[in-house]
């Protein structure tokens, strides 16, 4: 059970890694003429990544807290090496996003199209931005971890699982299904 566990925080590991990667591979192809070059870094920034901050866990686990499955967070410390990363990877795709969202305000006011059309061009960009970069994990890295078993903790818990696991889905509705190109 403890190398399910390991897996397990490799694989969330791995997620908000690629998830950075995806957001930087988009910036450069906006801000570039290429991101081809890149596809080996950003290959080793998604799953290479993730090792080096999830095998010091694992050795700190078996070290520090070798009790259990390793289910439970008893020394916040131990925690951290974990949650450090993933709070890098979610403060580096908001800049992300923001640096994105600027980019297609000065394109979509450079073609002078009617107002009306680049409002609603700029929404459409921005929304689909938002869930392809993880951008509603701002909200939770700013509430922090929350302490005890109250109805806050649970709400904010539910419906962070809520988004994480439709964050896949809506990306593929609207990039593979709603996209014409496709």
Same mark, same amino acid.
């Given at each position: 059970?403890r190398v399910?566990?390991?897996?397990?925080?490799?694989?969330?590991?791995?997620?908000?890694?690629?998830a950075?990667?995806?957001?930087?591979?988009?910036?450069?192809?906006? @801000?570039?003429?290429?991101?081809?070059r890149?596809?080996?870094?950003?290959?080793?920034l998604?799953?290479? +990544?993730?090792?080096?901050?999830?095998?010091?866990?694992?050795?700190?686990r078996?070290?520090?807290?070798?009790?259990?499955?390793?289910?439970?967070?008893?020394?916040?410390? #131990?925690?951290?090496?974990?949650?450090?990363?993933?709070?890098?990877?979610v403060? @580096?795709?908001?800049?992300?996003? #923001?640096?994105? #969202?600027?980019?297609?305000?000065?394109?979509v006011r450079?073609?002078? +199209?009617?107002?009306?059309?680049?409002?609603?061009?700029?929404a459409?960009?921005?929304?689909?931005?938002?869930?392809?970069?993880?951008?509603h994990?701002?909200v939770?890295?700013?509430?922090?971890?929350?302490?005890?078993?109250g109805?806050?903790?649970?709400?904010?818990?539910?419906l962070?699982?809520?988004?994480?696991?439709?964050?896949?889905?809506? #990306?593929?509705v609207?990039?593979?299904?709603?996209?014409?190109? @496709?």
């Open positions: 059970c399910a566990q390991s897996l397990a925080q490799y694989c969330v590991g791995a997620n908000y890694a690629w950075m990667a995806e957001g930087l591979f988009l910036l450069r192809l906006l @801000v570039a003429t290429s991101g081809r890149c596809v080996p870094a950003f290959l080793l998604g799953w290479g +990544v993730p090792v080096l901050f999830v095998v010091p866990w694992v050795v700190l078996y070290l520090y807290e070798n009790e259990g499955c390793w289910e439970r967070n008893e020394k916040v410390a #131990v925690w951290w090496v974990i949650r450090c990363p993933i709070l890098v990877a403060a @580096v795709n908001f800049v992300v996003f #923001v640096r994105i #969202v600027r980019i297609l305000v000065a394109k450079a073609h002078q +199209v009617s107002r009306g059309d680049t409002r609603l061009r700029l459409r960009s921005t929304l689909t931005l938002i869930p392809l970069l993880g951008v994990e701002v939770f890295a700013l509430a922090g971890e929350g302490e005890g078993g109805s806050l903790r649970l709400a904010r818990l539910c962070h699982l809520l988004l994480t696991s439709a964050q896949g889905l809506v #990306v593929s609207l990039y593979c299904f709603t996209n014409k190109e @496709v």
